[in-house]
């Protein structure tokens, strides 16, 4: 009976090692995670107010708006658009009666040659490209955190019935790049 028993605690034991040796070989997991980027643009000016200007007159803005880009970390492109305030309307070629145009371009600085082709607003939102709203800065493909600077030419209706100051929304938005 001694030797039944030595030889199932021999075997038990053999098993058990056996179990330890496969404990001890290993294996790998692979972990996958997706990132949701989100998308968002800051702009710290909430107003610029132009020099008042006459009929069929021009102005522009003396200090910048900043945009940053303040997602998740992924590139933006920006696109602007307006809203008309309530007795006149955007023109993307010239001012005419009841009628003004506002350009913006992104630029380090407020010296830029304003061309209506490429800085005019309108009431539809127009993607930022390497020349649409564009100086020596765009609104193309801005890195997270990055800064562009922004500003403003008013070219006045030829002729208005409206005195008193008019405000004009700009709506910046920011997609994925």
């Known amino acids: 009976m001694k030797k039944f028993l030595a030889g199932i605690l021999t075997m038990l034991l053999f098993l058990g090692f056996a179990v330890c040796v496969e404990a001890d070989q290993t294996d790998s997991v692979a972990v996958k995670v997706t990132i949701l980027s989100s998308i ?8 610029v107010v132009l020099a008042s200007v006459s009929t069929g007159g021009t102005t522009a803005s003396t200090t910048e708006v900043t945009v940053t880009n303040t997602g998740s970390g992924i ?5 602007l658009n307006l809203i008309d305030p309530t007795d006149w309307t955007a ?3 010239a001012p005419d009666a009841e009628v003004y ?3 913006a371009a992104f630029n380090s600085d407020g010296t830029l040659t304003w061309d209506e082709t490429n800085h005019a607003l309108s009431t539809t939102s127009v993607v930022c490209t390497s020349s649409q709203f564009a100086g020596d800065q765009t609104g193309v493909s801005v890195p ?5 600077k922004l500003w403003f030419q008013f070219q006045a209706p030829t002729a ?3 005195t008193t100051q008019q405000s004009i929304t700009v709506t910046i938005t920011a997609q994925v790049s």
């Open 101 to 103: 145009v506002l350009n």
């Open 40 to 47: 968002s643009v800051d702009i710290t000016e909430t107003e």
């Open 160 to 162: 208005t019935s409206v």
């Open 75 to 79: 590139d933006e492109t920006y696109s």
């Open 144 to 148: 997270y955190n990055e800064v562009r």
């Open 91 to 93: 023109s993307q070629t």
